[in-house]
């Protein structure tokens, strides 16, 4: 459990001290091109969650996020004996869920700053806890995949 706790924690703090920097250095609706026609930091606040979906509802996307974290908790981590797989998988999940909610607790909005162009679509801005939480997924669809019946360990310790 050592490694889920230390990926959610890093995670979680990589993630916060990135914006912060940002922050600093940088104003909203500010863009600085990387690779020219390829890569932006762009800096954006985001009162929505995944492609702005619940634009506004900020309340309702932290008290998602509490009940996703309980969830995760006390259904698939809680009293389990968790492979490495598993704990990189829900330690990525967890860190990256923390850190969009503390900006919403903190700001009432999540900043993004990842802005790619794909072959002339401008992809939706995000940052690096979204990239952890996608990360996360897929991991746990190739342990689903794989064969375990829960797609967890459901061995207790």
Do not use: H
């Not at 940002?22 to 969650?49: D, H, K, R, W």
């Not at 919403?104 to 700053?113: E, G, H, N, P, W």
């Amino acid at each position: 459990m050592k490694k889920l706790f230390g990926i959610a924690f890093a995670t979680t703090l990589l993630d916060q001290l990135i914006k912060n920097g940002l922050l600093l250095f940088m104003s909203y609706g500010e863009s600085v091109t990387l690779i020219n026609g390829f890569f932006n930091v762009t800096l954006i606040g985001n009162s929505g969650a995944a492609f702005n979906i619940l634009s506004s509802n900020t309340l309702l996307l932290i008290f998602i996020s509490l009940i996703c974290l309980n969830v995760l908790y006390f259904c698939f981590i809680k009293d389990k004996n968790l492979n490495d797989f598993e704990q990189v998988s829900f330690g990525l999940l967890i860190g990256g869920i923390l850190g969009n909610l503390i900006d919403r607790v903190l700001r009432m909005q999540v900043i993004d700053y990842l802005d790619f162009n794909f072959f002339g679509y401008n992809f939706p801005v995000f940052n690096l806890a979204d990239i952890a939480i996608v990360i996360s997924m897929v991991l746990i669809v190739i342990q689903v995949i794989k064969g375990d019946k829960d797609g967890v360990s459901s061995k207790s310790k």
